[in-house]
């Protein structure tokens, strides 16, 4: 899919490094990491904010996998859809580092690391991102590296 605005397209020739992008925040809810959780991920410390008290966690907390699939949609929303992406070969890296609780007003960075082209498809480019999911305090809670690949600007399309 090549995003859903044609004319607004990035292509793999405008995400050098350096190149930055924000979205956010998204309020995250109690009702929405239980929600998560029963279908997903139900570990009590998930499910029920007594047994998140006993866990290590110290509290209700969402799943980590929780914490991914916000990144996903604030990445998509934040600028993927406007992209000629054509997918992932995997996420290299994803690192949980604090807890994500009910009330964290969450932001997503984004921020082009390496931009080559591929050797082997001359219609495209590989793009690694860092990706950090950001509390309202400002702290890293979620991490997550990996290469995108993206279509190359068509012959004699403007920039």
Request: charged share 20%.
């Amino acid at each position: 899919m090549l995003g859903h605005r044609e004319a607004a397209l990035l292509y793999f020739e405008d995400l050098t490094p350096g190149t930055r992008f924000t979205h956010g925040p998204v309020t995250v809810t109690a009702d929405a990491i239980v929600a998560f959780a029963e279908e997903f991920d139900p570990m009590p410390f998930h499910l029920d904010a007594a047994a998140g008290e006993e866990s290590l966690l110290g509290g209700l907390a969402a799943s980590g996998w929780h914490s991914c699939c916000l990144l996903m949609r604030m990445i998509c929303d934040g600028f993927l859809l406007e992209t000629a992406g054509m997918g992932s070969p995997g996420i290299e890296e994803v690192r949980w580092l604090k807890p994500v609780r009910p009330g964290d007003a969450l932001t997503m960075h984004a921020s082009v690391t390496e931009a080559r082209p591929s050797r082997s498809r001359r219609d495209m480019g590989l793009v690694k991102f860092e990706f950090a999911l950001v509390n309202q305090d400002g702290q890293r809670v979620t991490v997550m590296s990996n290469l995108v690949m993206f279509a190359r600007r068509p012959a004699g399309e403007a920039a």
